[in-house]
């Protein structure tokens, strides 16, 4: 199992610029999150998932979109980027009724300039 | 909504010695995650406790939780350099699946 996959590692975007963060996971899992941290903070929940076809807002949803069409993949779009969505971005899943872990993808570090 | 709060959120320890981290929390919630993250990573699972009096342990490192007072604890024993890390806790909303984190414990154990 590759667990949690993110791509891409690193990106930066110029203000105004659209992109989608991608997120694969291989474990069947329903339940996925999105969430970033900003440099020297904790982590900040975007949007959420409990499974194909049902998303719903985290603590700071605002400039983000997603989408969850397959029980595999969970894509955060981010509209119009500025300054303050610099972040390390990180997607997570779990199962919820198995070993409860959640598991955390590599990150991606966006820089918006 | 759900507020997780972390303290210390900076500490500085020599080795050698015992110290605690806690997590309260203010809603219900039936589980509770315990994470380390070093600088440039993702984070590492450590712990997921489910029930009330729950304990488990890896190593110099000890976690539990108390669900009627909302609280868990990372207990550290005999801290060694290696525990040098950022210790995240997070909640599992019972209401809606969201998992809420901490502010994190920077934790810099000196030699």
């Known amino acids: 199992n590759a667990g949690v996959t993110q791509t891409p590692k690193f990106r930066i975007l110029k203000i105004g610029q659209s992109m989608t963060l991608q997120c694969t996971q291989d474990?069947?899992?329903?339940?996925m999150y999105w969430y970033r941290q900003d440099p020297g903070m904790g982590l900040k929940l975007i949007y959420y998932s409990v499974g194909a076809g049902i998303t719903d807002k985290g603590e700071v949803p605002n400039g983000y979109n997603v989408s969850r069409s397959t029980t595999e993949d969970f894509p955060l779009r981010l509209e119009l980027a500025a300054p303050s969505q610099t972040s390390v971005y990180f997607c997570?899943?779990?199962?919820?009724?198995?070993?409860?872990?959640?598991?955390f993808g590599p990150g991606t570090r966006l820089t918006v300039t | 909504e759900l507020k997780v709060e972390q303290n210390p959120l900076f500490l500085s320890m020599q080795e050698g010695k015992n110290y605690t981290i806690y997590c309260n929390y203010s809603?219900?919630?039936?589980?509770l995650y315990w994470y380390r993250q070093d600088p440039g990573k993702s984070l590492e699972s450590l712990f997921v406790?489910?029930?009330?009096?729950a304990v488990k342990q890896e190593g110099r490192l000890m976690a539990s939780l108390d669900t009627k007072a909302r609280l868990s604890t990372l207990h550290i024993t005999a801290a060694v350099h290696d525990l040098s890390a950022t210790y995240f806790c997070?909640?599992?909303?019972?209401?809606?699946?969201?998992?809420?984190f901490g502010k994190g414990t920077r934790l810099h154990i000196l030699p």
């Open positions: 474990m069947n899992h329903n339940y």
């Open positions: 809603t219900t919630s039936d589980r």
């Open positions: 997570a899943s779990t199962s919820g009724t198995k070993d409860y872990e959640q598991y």
């Open positions: 406790l489910l029930s009330n009096g």
């Open positions: 997070a909640v599992l909303m019972n209401r809606d699946d969201k998992i809420i």
